[in-house]
């Protein structure tokens, strides 16, 4: 299994300081168009295929395509930072590392609009508070469900995170295998590309990035 790992802070537009763009953190504005004009769109692309539209398989392929779209791209409806609004500061003390492995997901590539699967590890040093472990996985899910690249995806888990939680630091780890290597192109299939993001103390701790991708290789970490 190849693999490849990068470190990437969010995605900025070029001459952007970070501090100034996170749109990651709202909802997006969507300009959807109608219904009509998405199933025509669909019956579009099945002409490109060289299919025959006309045939019984495919007479509701535009109503099952938009409504498909409807839910794999849901992440558009839905905002990361809400997501994490209720938190809980009974915790008795507690402020070692909360992980959260294996959160499995299902993206599509920004550029070819193939499927990426993969899963999401996420670690944080809680500062006082915590937040419900279905939350995180929640946020993953709503960055999952957009048209994304892993490395943007990765970092805008770990920064929502740490703006709107702020623990003392957040630590992500995505692993996912693209499509568009697999089913096209270069065509290798079973290679899976690493991304990470690191805030606060994981960032400037090594020690403390060592101990969570030790806890990640640890079952019963």
């Not at 294996?102 to 915590?130: Q, T, W």
């Not at 960055?143 to 992500?172: C, Y």
Request: net charge neutral; proline share 4%; charged share 30%.
């Amino acid at each position: 299994m190849d693999a490849v790992i990068k470190n990437f802070p969010p995605h900025t537009e070029k001459g952007e300081k970070i501090a100034e763009k996170k749109s990651y953190m709202d909802k997006p504005v969507t300009d959807r168009p109608s219904q009509e004009e998405v199933e025509n769109a669909v019956r579009t692309l099945l002409r490109w295929t060289g299919d025959d539209i006309a045939r019984e398989g495919l007479i509701e392929t535009p109503q099952r395509v938009a409504k498909a779209y409807r839910e794999m791209f849901s992440g558009y409806d839905q905002c990361p930072a809400e997501e994490l609004g209720r938190t809980f500061e009974e915790v008795q003390g507690y402020n070692d590392m909360v992980l959260i492995k294996d959160i499995s997901f299902h993206s599509h590539c920004e550029h070819h609009m193939v499927p990426i699967i993969g899963k999401a590890h996420v670690a944080y040093l809680p500062d006082g508070k915590v937040v419900g472990l279905s939350k995180i996985a929640r946020v993953v899910d709503i960055f999952a469900r957009r048209l994304q690249t892993q490395e943007a995806m990765t970092a805008q888990i770990a920064h929502v995170i740490q703006d709107v939680l702020k623990p003392r630091g957040v630590a992500v780890l995505v692993e996912a295998e693209h499509m568009c290597m697999a089913m096209r192109g270069i065509r290798k299939q079973g290679s899976v590309t690493l991304t990470t993001t690191f805030t606060g103390v994981y960032r400037e701790d090594l020690q403390e990035q060592a101990r969570f991708m030790t806890m990640l290789r640890d079952k019963h970490g």
